[in-house]
C-alpha cells in the first residue's frame, strides 16, 4: 500500500500563468520524489502601476512516500 502526500507550493511567472504552472511542477520534481499530480488552488497577478508585473499560481503538489 502506497502512501502519498500533499504539500504546496507557490511559483510566478512574467509569461502567464501556463508558464507559472509549468515552473512550479518543474522545481517541485527537482526536489520531491515520485511526484504524481498536482492541482492549481488559486491564480493571482502582481500589479506595477495597474500592468501585470507576475502571474502567480498557488500549487497542491502529490507524490508517493518512500517505504
Excluded: Y
Amino acid at each position: 500500500m502506497s502512501v502519498a502526500r500533499v504539500t504546496e507550493i507557490c511559483a510566478g511567472s512574467p509569461k502567464g500563468f501556463e508558464d507559472a504552472i509549468r515552473k512550479g511542477i518543474e522545481r517541485a520534481d527537482k526536489t520531491l520524489d515520485n511526484v504524481t499530480g498536482a492541482w492549481i488552488q488559486d491564480q493571482e497577478v502582481v500589479l506595477d502601476n495597474g500592468a501585470i508585473k507576475e502571474f502567480r499560481v498557488h500549487l497542491k503538489v502529490t507524490f508517493i512516500l518512500k517505504d
